[in-house]
């Protein structure tokens, strides 16, 4: 858990700021909303201007809706009203799960996506090592949409330490065991720690998810990290960052530590596609996500196929990578 001064030295700002922004916004929506529609009529794009703005009202609508939620469980614990530490940590994932499947369906929604979940019955017990494909903020949602069946798993989030400045992850998320990691690499060691600390004592009931790649894939990334290669002498590693298309290759720190930390687990490798323009605001604006079909696809494979050497468990996770990959290209090209 996070040093309290250091939690209330963000929070006194980043929860404010949203609550008076959401509020601004919500007041001039009958400002701009008619411009929006305004802007779409005369543009030959795909009509995602006000639909644009009316998905940041629905963010700040779902941000006020998980931060009164934190708020009526943090004084119903004080009231012993939520009784028992097991009990405060369930409401706080259901919270977590109808907070991030909100956003995301609501998205869906206004944008005109289809969105399909094909092996969402992978993910109805534990214990499991989800590790999942990252291309826009938007995957991030994904689990709490897609895993959130009425038996829907306890998942434990490894995410970068970033975005705590998004109030209701920061609030919400460091009550449930999540991990906000640095990535800059000064802490290596005990960053990887806490990541085999993460993935330990999970039940049926639980998982950690995981993005292997580190950051969300772009082709700026892809051909700046095989430059990064070559300029080390790692010519094999370059050719193999040249191989994959659709990703960036698995970082194995997290991975590996999430291997020792959870013996038992098996693991669930999660593909996606219909979010790559969803990259940035400007991709929204363009309308390279509207009414599109997004398809998100998973694996599940048995502990018992995964090596137990590091050296083994490093090829297993690549060749997965690989298949992830011509995975992705097949769906492009349909």
């Given at each position: 858990?996070?040093?309290?001064?250091?939690?209330f030295k963000r929070r006194v700002i980043t929860i404010p700021t949203v609550i008076v922004l959401g509020l601004i916004w919500i007041l001039l929506l009958p400002l701009w909303l008619p411009v929006?529609?305004?802007?779409?009529?005369?543009?030959?794009?795909p009509p995602v201007v006000a639909r644009s703005g009316l998905c940041i009202t629905h963010y700040f609508l779902m941000e006020f809706f998980g931060l009164l939620g934190c708020l009526f469980l943090w004084l119903g614990r004080l009231l012993f009203l939520v009784r028992g530490e097991q009990a405060y940590l369930n409401v706080h994932y259901t919270l977590q799960r109808l907070w991030g499947a909100g956003l995301l369906r609501g998205s869906c929604w206004l944008f005109r996506l289809d969105l399909r979940v094909e092996g969402a019955e992978?993910?109805?017990?534990?214990?499991v090592l989800v590790f999942m494909r990252h291309v826009t903020l938007m995957d991030t949602l994904f689990p709490a949409s897609a895993f959130g069946q009425p038996r829907g798993l306890k998942l434990r989030y490894l995410i970068k330490r970033e975005l705590l400045l998004e109030p209701c992850l920061d609030v919400c998320g460091q009550r449930i065991p999540n991990l906000?990691?640095?990535?800059?690499?000064?802490?290596?060691?005990?960053?990887l720690a806490k990541v085999k600390a993460?993935?330990?004592?999970?039940?049926?009931?639980?998982?950690?998810?995981?993005?292997?790649?580190?950051?969300?894939?772009?082709l700026g990334k892809r051909a700046r990290?095989?430059?990064?290669?070559?300029?080390?002498?790692?010519?094999?590693?370059?050719?193999?960052?040249?191989?994959?298309?659709?990703?960036?290759?698995?970082r194995y720190g997290g991975p590996?530590?999430?291997?020792?930390?959870?013996?038992?687990?098996?693991?669930?490798?999660?593909?996606?596609?219909?979010?790559?323009g969803a990259a940035n605001v400007r991709h929204f604006l363009s309308?390279?996500?509207?009414?599109?079909?997004?398809?998100?696809?998973?694996?599940?494979?048995?502990?018992?196929?995964?090596?137990?050497?590091?050296?083994?468990?490093k090829a297993w996770l690549e060749a997965r990578w690989f298949e992830l990959d011509q995975w992705v290209s097949e769906q492009h090209v349909e």
């Amino acid at each position: 858990m996070e040093a309290f001064h250091s939690r209330f030295k963000r929070r006194v700002i980043t929860i404010p700021t949203v609550i008076v922004l959401g509020l601004i916004w919500i007041l001039l929506l009958p400002l701009w909303l008619p411009v929006g529609i305004l802007v779409d009529v005369f543009r030959s794009t795909p009509p995602v201007v006000a639909r644009s703005g009316l998905c940041i009202t629905h963010y700040f609508l779902m941000e006020f809706f998980g931060l009164l939620g934190c708020l009526f469980l943090w004084l119903g614990r004080l009231l012993f009203l939520v009784r028992g530490e097991q009990a405060y940590l369930n409401v706080h994932y259901t919270l977590q799960r109808l907070w991030g499947a909100g956003l995301l369906r609501g998205s869906c929604w206004l944008f005109r996506l289809d969105l399909r979940v094909e092996g969402a019955e992978h993910l109805e017990r534990g214990p499991v090592l989800v590790f999942m494909r990252h291309v826009t903020l938007m995957d991030t949602l994904f689990p709490a949409s897609a895993f959130g069946q009425p038996r829907g798993l306890k998942l434990r989030y490894l995410i970068k330490r970033e975005l705590l400045l998004e109030p209701c992850l920061d609030v919400c998320g460091q009550r449930i065991p999540n991990l906000f990691v640095d990535r800059s690499g000064l802490k290596r060691d005990e960053t990887l720690a806490k990541v085999k600390a993460l993935a330990t004592d999970m039940g049926a009931e639980d998982g950690v998810i995981l993005y292997p790649e580190g950051t969300r894939f772009t082709l700026g990334k892809r051909a700046r990290l095989i430059q990064r290669f070559r300029e080390k002498g790692e010519e094999a590693q370059a050719e193999k960052a040249e191989s994959l298309q659709n990703l960036l290759p698995p970082r194995y720190g997290g991975p590996l530590a999430c291997f020792e930390g959870a013996p038992d687990a098996d693991v669930v490798i999660v593909g996606h596609v219909g979010f790559e323009g969803a990259a940035n605001v400007r991709h929204f604006l363009s309308g390279r996500v509207y009414n599109n079909p997004v398809i998100i696809k998973m694996w599940r494979y048995s502990r018992s196929e995964v090596p137990e050497d590091e050296a083994g468990r490093k090829a297993w996770l690549e060749a997965r990578w690989f298949e992830l990959d011509q995975w992705v290209s097949e769906q492009h090209v349909e």
